[in-house]
């Protein structure tokens, strides 16, 4: 008793979402994939539409030969963390491809994007006279960051660089570090940060920025470096965030800085410290998804003429959609219930 109490209000949410509906969104399993965007579900082919695949980059011939090799080379998991018996040369290197890509001087690979986020913000802020600021719509781990950090959390309003100004304002004079978090694209609506209004702003307040690109990655700016590249300011930005599990194709995350102390994340950084490095298989996706994205930009073209044309068609057909042309579609429906019987048409 007492301790799934809890649990009640969640469990009455989700039964009176299905009631009514033939499948459970929550429920679905894959039998089968026939590639980056398909897959077979209880005997039906059916098209992916909610994948972070942006660039189909899971099936890639080179990426699943890199992958094969590298457990035939060096085992199927490494058993050990990046901080003690979990680096191999194959980390190292990511590492290095990445910092080059992006044009950082460091990067560090962590194990998921989710930790790299956890793991970089709660080394970099703490208690009593450090204090984050975040963007009301960031994810789930930025959240997490900072609460595992122990600092001052104060929220700004979504893409509103005048409500982080206001904030960074009135902070006191006992502050210390100030550290702002946003995303490049926020994924539940597709809608870009105003990343460079944002820089201007912490920077002129001597706060840093950790910008998250988990879903621009490879798919905005020039070269594909994020929107951060789309906005002329990457080298104003103070820790990039990245995730392999969408444009990369595989599992594990990382921090990008022109900060040397970044490496003191390799000491100071629980995430990064106490769970087992990603496995040889995904660091050799991830690396040859990266020497794909870097030397061929026709697949970043694909993509966005293909969300030009979904976009117009949703348009068209009367749909309310959430931000303009991008590699997330999301369009405005009335409630979870709407959206659960949408999900089941
Ligand atoms: N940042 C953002 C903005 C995300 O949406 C996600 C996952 N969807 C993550 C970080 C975490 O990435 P990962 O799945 O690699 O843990």
């Known amino acids: 008793m007492g301790?799934?109490?809890?649990?009640?209000?969640?469990?009455?949410?989700?039964?009176?979402?299905?009631?009514?509906?033939?499948?459970?969104?929550?429920?679905?399993?894959?039998?089968?994939?026939?590639?980056?965007?398909?897959?077979?579900?209880?005997?039906?082919?059916?098209?992916?539409a909610g994948t972070n695949n942006y660039l189909g980059l899971t099936f890639n011939e080179a990426a699943v030969?890199?992958?094969?090799?590298?457990?035939?080379?060096?085992?199927?998991?490494?058993?050990?963390?990046?901080?003690?018996?979990?680096?191999?040369?194959?980390?190292?290197?990511?590492?290095?491809?990445?910092?080059k890509f992006l044009g950082y001087a460091h990067c560090v690979v962590f194990s998921t994007g989710y930790q790299a986020n956890l793991g970089a913000i709660s080394a970099l802020?703490?208690?009593?006279?450090?204090?984050?600021?975040?963007?009301?719509?960031?994810?789930?781990?930025?959240?997490?960051?900072?609460?595992?950090?122990?600092?001052?959390?104060?929220?700004?309003?979504?893409?509103?660089?005048?409500?982080l100004d206001k904030r960074l304002s009135r902070l006191g004079d006992k502050v210390q570090g100030k550290l702002v978090c946003l995303e490049g694209m926020y994924s539940m609506f597709g809608d870009t940060a105003p990343v460079k209004e944002c820089i201007e702003i912490a920077h002129k307040h001597d706060a840093y920025v950790l910008l998250d690109e988990a879903h621009s990655f490879g798919v905005f700016g020039e070269s594909g470096r994020g929107v951060c590249e789309a906005d002329g300011v990457r080298d104003q930005v103070d820790f990039y965030t990245g995730t392999f599990s969408k444009s990369l194709a595989s599992i594990g995350g990382f921090v990008a800085s022109n900060h040397p102390e970044l490496e003191y994340l390799r000491f100071s950084s629980r995430p990064y410290m106490f769970t087992a490095s990603p496995s040889p298989a995904n660091i050799a996706a991830a690396s040859a998804a990266l020497a794909k994205i870097s030397t061929d930009s026709s697949m970043r073209e694909r993509l966005w003429e293909k969300a030009k044309r979904v976009h117009a068609a949703f348009t068209q057909l009367g749909f309310d959609l959430c931000a303009p042309v991008g590699p997330v579609i999301a369009v405005k429906l009335a409630d979870r219930q709407e959206a659960c019987k949408a999900w089941n048409f």
Request: aromatic share 6%; net charge negative; proline share 4%.
């Open 3 to 48: 301790l799934f109490d809890k649990f009640q209000n969640t469990a009455v949410m989700y039964e009176a979402l299905i009631k009514d509906a033939d499948r459970d969104p929550f429920a679905v399993s894959m039998d089968e994939m026939k590639g980056p965007t398909r897959a077979i579900v209880n005997g039906k082919e059916i098209v992916l």
């Open 65 to 99: 030969a890199a992958a094969k090799e590298a457990v035939e080379q060096s085992g199927t998991g490494t058993t050990g963390s990046r901080f003690a018996n979990g680096t191999y040369a194959a980390h190292r290197q990511l590492e290095v491809d990445l910092a």
């Open 125 to 163: 802020a703490a208690p009593p006279n450090d204090v984050i600021l975040i963007d009301a719509d960031c994810h789930a781990c930025i959240y997490d960051g900072c609460q595992l950090s122990g600092a001052e959390t104060i929220r700004f309003r979504h893409n509103d660089p005048e409500s």
